[in-house]
């Protein structure tokens, strides 16, 4: 992947090229941030830069994913006792030449296999050693991506550890993670560690420039181009959640004279609970979202409010007279105890159901 091709981040572009004309480059990496970030894109272009380096009529096959000193290592599900990611790699390469800022959502969808356990096992971590044990195709560097590195397991970080310990010469590691929280501490004491900001919204909006909704856009992706991406392509999506989101305020409005209307709620919370993890988790940041909104717009920041909710005639000002406050963080903190139990596997349908009957309370509150 060329260096162009990254969604800003310039910053650290010119961190990591400097290093390698500079031959500073360290034998283990670490970079953090979520894949929307460009955690992966930055891997690639290194990788490329490395390899061109070394021998310039290389860059075609790293940027086809076919070099054969590039190896990949990322988590997938075990099979018959066997849980190895070269089973999986064409998939891996199809999925990434499409869209290099994937998460691991989009790789478990890919894969239709959303309700398996996917891991890094030791079984993985041994056949990294056995690859890297071998002399390179082409005389040069070896260089190895750990796509989502958190998802290792203990035996398997155990034993990527001792290949950090000991690496064969000529060889780079690079482990890509959303956060430092489930790599081992030893692990990371041998990594120089690179953190991946959230991408800034200019640039998300360079690369929208065409886009309608632009705007409405990159302050709903927060610095993530895959879910950029996902919003651009999906206005149905983006119409969908605006539809989800009327529905839920309209029936907490009304269950404080009609008790009825929470059957209404338990059944929105069903459909959605329908929905795979990622997109439930979108859609409650868009609800935060607009939540927001209609706070500013209370409080009279028209100008900061960039969109204003109108589907089914919703009327817009006087549903943002009751966002103040006095109950905004009620409402946000609930959310955001929402997203986290459906990011550890909760029963969503539970989750959703009990957040939903507690707007109804929330919204109610007097400022």
């Not at 070896?142 to 000529?170: Q, S, V």
């Not at 590691?173 to 430092?180: K, M, Q, R, V, W």
């Not at 392509?233 to 409005?253: C, D, H, K, P």
């Amino acid at each position: 992947m060329k260096w162009e091709q990254i969604i800003g981040q310039q910053s650290i572009k010119n961190l990591l090229r400097d290093s390698i004309q500079d031959s500073r480059v360290g034998h283990a990496q670490l970079f953090v941030g979520e894949e929307g970030f460009g955690v992966l894109p930055l891997a690639l272009a290194m990788a490329q830069e490395i390899f061109e380096k070394e021998n310039p009529a290389s860059v075609h096959k790293v940027e086809n994913l076919n070099h054969l000193d590039l190896h990949f290592s990322f988590p997938v599900f075990s099979d018959k006792n066997v849980s190895l990611s070269k089973r999986f790699f064409d998939n891996f390469r199809e999925m990434i030449l499409e869209n290099p800022y994937s998460s691991f959502d989009d790789w478990t969808s890919f894969l239709e296999s959303e309700n398996k356990q996917f891991f890094i096992s030791a079984d993985e971590a041994e056949d990294i050693g056995q690859r890297f044990n071998l002399k390179s195709f082409e005389g040069g560097s070896k260089i190895l991506i750990i796509w989502r590195a958190d998802k290792m397991n203990d035996a398997a970080a155990n034993k990527i550890l001792k290949f950090l310990e000991e690496p064969p010469k000529n060889t780079f590691i690079i482990l890509c993670a959303p956060s430092t929280n489930d790599i081992l501490p030893t692990i990371l004491s041998r990594c120089q560690i690179v953190n991946v900001p959230r991408i800034n919204d200019k640039d998300i909006l360079e690369k929208l420039q065409n886009h309608n909704s632009a705007k409405e856009i990159a302050y709903q992706a927060q610095g993530d181009w895959n879910l950029a991406k996902s919003l651009s392509e999906n206005n149905e999506g983006a119409s969908e959640f605006e539809t989800l989101f009327i529905q839920w305020v309209r029936n907490a409005f009304q269950a404080k004279k009609k008790p009825e209307v929470l059957r209404e709620i338990v059944k929105w919370a069903r459909q959605i609970s329908e929905w795979n993890r990622e997109k439930q988790m979108k859609f409650l940041n868009y609800c935060i979202e607009i939540f927001r909104l209609a706070m500013l717009q209370n409080y009279g920041n028209d100008n900061l409010v960039y969109k204003k909710l109108s589907e089914g005639n919703f009327n817009w000002q006087s549903f943002s007279k009751f966002i103040h406050g006095a109950n905004i963080v009620s409402i946000v903190e609930e959310i955001t105890d929402a997203s986290y139990h459906i990011s550890r596997n909760a029963n969503s349908k539970i989750v959703l159901t009990d957040m939903g009957i507690k707007l109804t309370r929330y919204i109610h509150k007097s400022a």
